[in-house]
């Protein structure tokens, strides 16, 4: 373990005292909700995330007020309550999410192309790692806004993530597996692509192709395929040895 | 922090509770109120990890590691009093602190994995710093954001480390 001395070197992050209540708090969405929302936006409500997202771009979350955003897109005030209900939080939440449906949809052609398991992952990942890596406004909002930002990705929070990345792999890797395993292979395919989007590594390097296949090939389709392994003579066995010489 | 969270936090209070002058936290802490609070996050994230490495540092292989570690670290993140209420109440301020940990809870994790790898039998075409990495990372996932695994069940946990884990790390004796 790191002495405290270590760890608190690295921690010098930017600290806005005016946002520490209300970011990330309120109730999660029910399981399905926000990833469903999301197939079922309108054209206007696509206008509204984007206009958001240009407005963000500009100014950061917190200095975008929702006249701002209706200006852009040219709606309403009403309109933009009316969609977006929760207020900025909230809208930071759908922004993201329209954000990773949209980017999902414009590799569906190859997704849909891929022959195998491997080509489907190692095509989804590189594109989802390429587009993290080249996304500046993502990028930016990050480095400024973390407070506005990360909670999205953290604990509870991730489970909206999970959803949508079901939602959006479920037609892709129902191809390959078996309906039961799609849910926690979505959930495993999004916790690679967010940890290595996030912190990423000269190993996993979407630059270059032939790393992320290594990636699929060695860890990520026997973790997908791999029967499962329930059967209590294994728990046995690895809980008691005694029981294996009797 | 515990009782009054991280944003009402002040240096006086932190003096005060100490016992200590203000001149004495600057002192020590010249950042100030920022620094410390990073040295109080990662002051408790260094002692939940050295907790949950007395919970399973006796386990006897790498599986069984993962396995007992995930439980427990989920049941210590869940009981927190402190990380749960700041994640209530405040997590715009909390997550962005663990976020910037993170990276050595990843080097400290895998530096442990590291070691469990040298006495497996890993799969063909494994290289252990990278299996070591991502198994790190994914441990860290799992714990925070379990997802569908019901981490209270030990066997689904027995099923998640031996699938999804390590299906492509290490030669896992066949059941039965």
Do not use: N
């Not at chain 2, 005060?16 to 600057?26: I, K, L, N, Q």
């Amino acid at each position: 373990m790191h002495s405290v001395s270590d760890v608190t070197q690295a921690t010098v992050i930017h600290d806005r005292l005016e946002v520490g209540e209300g970011a990330g708090a309120g109730p999660v969405a029910p399981v399905g909700a926000w990833a469903a929302e999301y197939l079922a936006a309108g054209d206007a409500e696509r206008r509204l995330v984007e206009a958001a997202l240009r407005c963000f771009a500009r100014w950061g979350i917190r200095k975008t007020s929702v006249d701002d955003i209706a200006r852009e897109a040219g709606v309403s005030r009403a309109t933009v309550y009316r969609v977006v209900p929760g207020g900025k939080d909230r809208l930071v939440q759908v922004v993201l999410c329209h954000e990773a449906g949209r980017l999902f949809h414009t590799m569906d052609a190859e997704l849909s192309a891929a022959e195998t398991l491997e080509d489907l992952l190692v095509t989804g990942i590189r594109g989802l790692l390429l587009v993290a890596d080249g996304h500046d406004v993502l990028r930016t909002l990050i480095r400024d806004e973390p407070e506005l930002v990360l909670p999205h990705f953290a604990f509870h929070q991730l489970d909206r993530i999970f959803d949508l990345a079901d939602t959006l792999a479920r037609p892709h890797l129902s191809r390959f597996l078996p309906p039961e395993d799609v849910r926690p292979a979505a959930e495993l395919l999004a916790r690679v692509v967010l940890t290595y989007a996030f912190r990423p590594t000269p190993w996993v390097d979407p630059h270059d192709p032939d790393s992320v296949r290594r990636l699929v090939r060695t860890y990520l389709v026997p973790a997908l395929t791999s029967p499962s392994v329930s059967e209590p003579s294994l728990s046995d066995r690895t809980t008691d040895p005694a029981q294996e010489s009797t | 922090m515990e009782r009054d969270g991280l944003g009402a936090l002040t240096v006086e209070e932190v003096a005060r509770e100490a016992g200590v002058a203000r001149a004495t936290v600057y002192r020590t802490f010249p950042g100030g109120r920022d620094e410390v609070v990073g040295a109080a996050v990662a002051h408790a994230v260094a002692g939940f990890f050295a907790d949950l490495r007395r919970d399973i540092g006796d386990a006897p292989d790498l599986a069984t590691l993962l396995e007992r570690g995930l439980v427990a670290a989920r049941r210590r993140l869940e009981s927190h009093a402190a990380l749960q209420r700041a994640l209530q109440e405040e997590a715009g301020q909390i997550v962005p602190r663990l976020a910037t940990v993170m990276p050595l809870v990843i080097d400290g994790v895998r530096a442990e994995l590291t070691s469990r790898l040298a006495r497996e039998r890993l799969r063909p075409g494994v290289v252990p710093d990278q299996a070591a990495d991502l198994l790190a990372r994914l441990f860290l996932s799992l714990i925070g954001s379990p997802g569908s695994w019901d981490l209270d069940d030990p066997d689904a946990a027995r099923r998640l480390v031996r699938g999804q884990l390590l299906a492509g790390v290490v030669e896992l004796d066949p059941p039965g």
